[in-house]
């Protein structure tokens, strides 16, 4: 088992209600190659740590977000998944619709969109990506 630390920046694009937000941070990361790749990291929400693993396979990738909010996001492209969303406003079921799945060494990029029960809550662009 490979275990190495590694520095990655995250970018987030999200369009929500007509809405455009972009979120930048730049990361620590342990990485394990085993069958998967593992990224473990801390991400800061706010004044609040969440600690993320990402497990990066041939043609998905599951993203467990652990703190002030619990979610396990799991994408495949052109497949739909369904995951729960605990935050302190309470749980909640939704729907990823993952669009673009790019696996790379050096980066992955992800867009999908995100549904509930009321239909598409909005667009979104996650990409992360080794620095130096």
């Known amino acids: ?5 590694t520095m990655y920046r995250i970018n987030q694009v999200v369009d929500m209600n007509g809405e455009r ?3 930048e941070q730049t990361v620590t990361a342990e990485v ?7 990224l473990r990291y801390t991400e800061q929400l706010d004044d609040y740590e969440i ?5 990066v396979g041939d043609d998905f990738i599951k993203i467990q977000r652990r703190g002030i909010i619990n979610m396990n996001f799991h994408f495949q492209q052109g497949e739909t998944t369904d ?3 605990e935050s302190p406003a309470g749980k909640h079921h939704f729907r990823i619709n993952t669009t673009v799945l790019d ?3 050096v980066a992955i990029e992800i867009r999908y969109e995100l549904y509930d029960h009321n239909g598409k809550l909005g667009d979104y662009h996650y990409k ?3 620095v130096g």
């Open 103 to 105: 696996i790379g060494e």
């Open 83 to 85: 995951t729960f969303y």
């Open 1 to 5: 088992m490979d275990k190495k630390e």
């Open 32 to 38: 394990l190659e085993r069958k998967d790749r593992y």
């Open 21 to 23: 937000k972009r979120y």
């Open 128 to 130: 992360i990506r080794k």
């Open 51 to 55: 600690d993320v693993v990402m497990r």
